[in-house]
């Protein structure tokens, strides 16, 4: 198992594209789970006084372009009589030293023991915002860790629920046949021919609204996984029909094996190459949906944050014209699907017999 | 087998498959907790009465299965009610079907002409400086998210001024000339076109780069090579029909696709299409609205399937069907 592994990860490393992908996924899962430590401003820190603050530019010249550590500067808010619109302007009196390995807010750094130590911290009476702020005065550098959090393994946990059930669902209909067979493909049809994001909208209206986030967060999973599983069954079963006519699978009923066992034990495992090009394909389609939810308003929500709902203020015209920096989790999802499309493809080509070397 | 008689089966067959669905929504959406008087019963000029009176008109104070049949009933007989706003459902949708399938239509158009020459000319010329652009931009335009995207394309005619931001129509179109209204709405349908072609090009061009080379491969090119035949004739005339045949398939897949990714776009550009009633229908829990909607979804995504699958036994003629 781990010489295959090995085997297989010097095969990625021969192929750049492939393996830039691989580092950049790599990179982001890392970037998520010490997402506390990088972040500077606490999950729920929001500050409205401080709203659509404009990203706080980072310089290391002084004026008379030397090499300095690296500071910024804080803005002076103001509102505009004549254009009716609030104003940042840059205050250039006092320079505030950015702090690395310094002490901010304290957390538990992977949940095991307490400490206050951040990448970058914040120094005192700095409003330190690197990627700007949002309209309630939240942190849209540190929310993206936050928000990758949720948009990166959402997608992987609906997958371990509709995989499975999937699988199951296919290798009975294939197994048993007949009228069994004629009903339960029926009704993954049935699921299949709803265009999946009209369902998708229809199951998240459903939820209620007083739901704690981590029960929304368990319902939203719930439900993407609910739109997958139909169409995997159907290719699994088709599978199913061609292995069960196989001699030994003939050979194991007559030893008098249980219908559940057989499918289970002797059916299904044979279809695991294919489930496993399957789920790497469709974690993308999954952040994508789980994104588009979101951006809905229906998905993930505040005081939450997930890739997709930190981009439902670009809904507002205004804030794409004057609030360009809003739209960095765009640019994320991007990368991030990017990069499991061309890692997929390059596993689908190690998996699959049929590629052409 | 006719191919009338094979269309025939195949909408009897979907028959099933249509109530299966319309049982599975209806339950689902008659879950939701949203009340869809919620919006009479804070306004305090409205009575009681006239709440009572809706409630009744709306059919809510009957168990759920009783509604069920209420609107079954209705649906079979062609009346899919009134709307919460007292609309009739079918004045709202029939124009935002016409819509959804214009912006569809328009979309499986330039990407099956943009996407085939691709797919051919990556194939030939398999592993080249253009085959390896071709296969990043594909990888890039399926990684972008619909959305985000359609809002990059309405900030770039925010800045440029060279495309209306939005609609369907401009606010004088009922004043224009049959010319200038065709104009019109070209200039409006340019950029959701635009957008979701970008993504179902790019899976289309890998799907037909992808099939051409497995051809490509195969002996009986081979020996078209062989007898001697010039390389643009044993691509085009042999090796290019039989890669197409899968894609054809896909052309049913592709419409449900397009139902779905198109209504993420049609939201962001305010595009009076499917998507977006079925979006604003939902999120007023209007029941007759979403039932029609989602009942008219899954029938031209059905339709979609069987004319793919029609199509298919015209190009290739030893399908049987």
């Known amino acids: 198992m781990i010489?295959?592994?090995k085997t297989s990860f010097n095969s990625l490393k021969k192929d750049k594209i492939p393996f830039c992908a691989f580092l950049i996924l790599f990179t982001l899962y890392f970037l998520i789970i010490f997402a506390d430590f990088f972040a500077i401003y606490p999950p729920t820190y929001a500050n409205r006084s401080l709203a659509y603050q404009p990203p706080s530019n980072v310089y290391i010249l002084d004026?008379?372009?030397k090499l300095q550590k690296p500071y910024t500067y804080n803005y002076t808010k103001t509102f505009n009589r004549e254009t009716l619109s609030i104003e940042y302007k840059q205050k250039r009196d006092k320079k505030y030293n950015i702090k690395f390995f310094a002490d901010g807010y304290e957390y538990r750094f992977l949940g095991l023991f307490k400490t206050k130590k951040h990448l970058i911290a914040k120094p005192d009476n700095c409003n330190l915002f690197l990627l700007g702020t949002d309209i309630n005065g939240h942190d849209v550098y540190s929310r993206l860790f936050f928000g990758g959090q949720i948009s990166l393994t959402i997608g992987f946990l609906a997958l371990l629920i509709s995989f499975p059930i999937g699988a199951l669902y296919g290798g009975i209909s294939?197994?048993?046949?007949?009228?069994?067979?004629k009903i339960l493909m029926r009704i993954a049809e049935a699921i299949m021919s709803i265009p999946s994001f009209y369902l998708l909208i229809i199951l998240s209206s459903i939820l209620p609204s007083n739901m704690t986030s981590k029960e929304r967060f368990a319902l939203i999973t719930a439900i993407l996984a609910f739109i997958?599983?139909?169409?995997?069954?159907?290719?699994i079963r088709g599978m199913v029909l061609s292995i069960k006519n196989a001699d030994y699978i003939k050979s194991i009923e007559t030893i008098g094996a249980g219908k559940s066992r057989i499918i289970l034990k002797h059916i299904l495992p044979q279809t695991s190459s294919y489930i496993i090009i399957a789920i790497t394909l469709s974690v993308p389609s999954y952040i994508l949906a789980e994104s588009g939810l979101s951006f809905l308003g229906l998905g993930i929500q505040l005081p939450d944050a997930s890739w997709g709902n930190m981009l439902r203020e670009a809904q507002e015209f205004a804030n794409i014209i004057y609030r360009p920096w809003l739209l960095?989790?765009?640019?994320?999802i991007f990368i991030a699907v990017l990069s499991f499309n061309v890692l997929g493809d390059k596993i689908r080509d190690m998996l699959d017999p049929k590629t052409v070397k | 087998m006719n191919t009338w008689v094979y269309i025939f089966k195949r909408i009897i067959g979907s028959i099933p498959i249509l109530f299966i669905v319309s049982l599975i929504s209806f339950f689902l959406i008659r879950l939701s907790p949203i009340d869809p008087l919620a919006q009479l019963k804070l306004n305090p000029a409205i009575s009681e009465e006239t709440i009572k009176k809706e409630t009744e008109r709306l059919g809510l104070n009957k168990p759920?299965?009783?509604q069920y049949t209420i609107w079954l009933k209705n649906f079979l007989s062609g009346n899919m009610g009134y709307c919460v706003d007292n609309t009739r459902v079918s004045t709202k949708i029939k124009h935002r079907i016409l819509n959804t399938l214009l912006l569809s239509v328009c979309v499986i158009f330039f990407s099956w002409i943009i996407a085939i020459p691709l797919g051919i000319l990556g194939a030939v010329y398999y592993n080249s400086l253009f085959d390896k652009i071709l296969t990043v931009l594909?990888?890039?335009?399926?990684?972008?998210?619909s959305f985000f995207f359609a809002i990059l394309m309405l900030l770039f005619a925010q800045k440029t001024g060279w495309f209306p931001l939005g609609g369907l129509t401009s606010v004088d179109f009922f004043e224009m000339g049959l010319l200038d209204k065709i104009i019109d709405i070209s200039k409006h349908l340019v950029l959701p076109v635009f957008v979701l072609t970008t993504i179902s090009l790019s899976s289309l061009t890998r799907q037909m780069r992808a099939n051409l080379l497995d051809v490509l491969n195969s002996e009986y090119v081979k020996f078209a090579y062989a007898k001697g035949l010039v390389k643009t004739k044993v691509i085009l005339k042999h090796a290019v029909r039989n890669a197409l045949n899968p894609i054809i398939t896909l052309l049913g897949f592709e419409f449900a696709g397009l139902l779905s990714g198109a209504a993420l776009t049609e939201y962001v550009f305010q595009y009076p299409g499917l998507g977006k009633l079925i979006l604003e229908a939902v999120m007023q829990s209007d029941i007759n609205l979403v039932m029609a909607s989602l009942m008219l979804g899954s029938f031209m995504?059905?339709?979609?399937?069987?004319?793919?699958?029609?199509?298919?036994k015209l190009t290739d003629k030893r399908v049987k069907i």
């Open chain 1, 3 to 5: 010489q295959g592994l």
């Open chain 1, 63 to 65: 004026k008379n372009n």
């Open chain 1, 174 to 181: 294939g197994y048993l046949g007949g009228r069994v067979d």
């Open chain 1, 228 to 235: 997958g599983w139909a169409g995997f069954s159907r290719v």
């Open chain 1, 328 to 332: 960095t989790p765009g640019f994320l």
């Open chain 2, 64 to 66: 759920v299965i009783i």
């Open chain 2, 138 to 145: 594909s990888s890039m335009g399926m990684a972008i998210p």
């Open chain 2, 301 to 312: 995504l059905i339709v979609g399937n069987i004319l793919a699958d029609i199509l298919l």
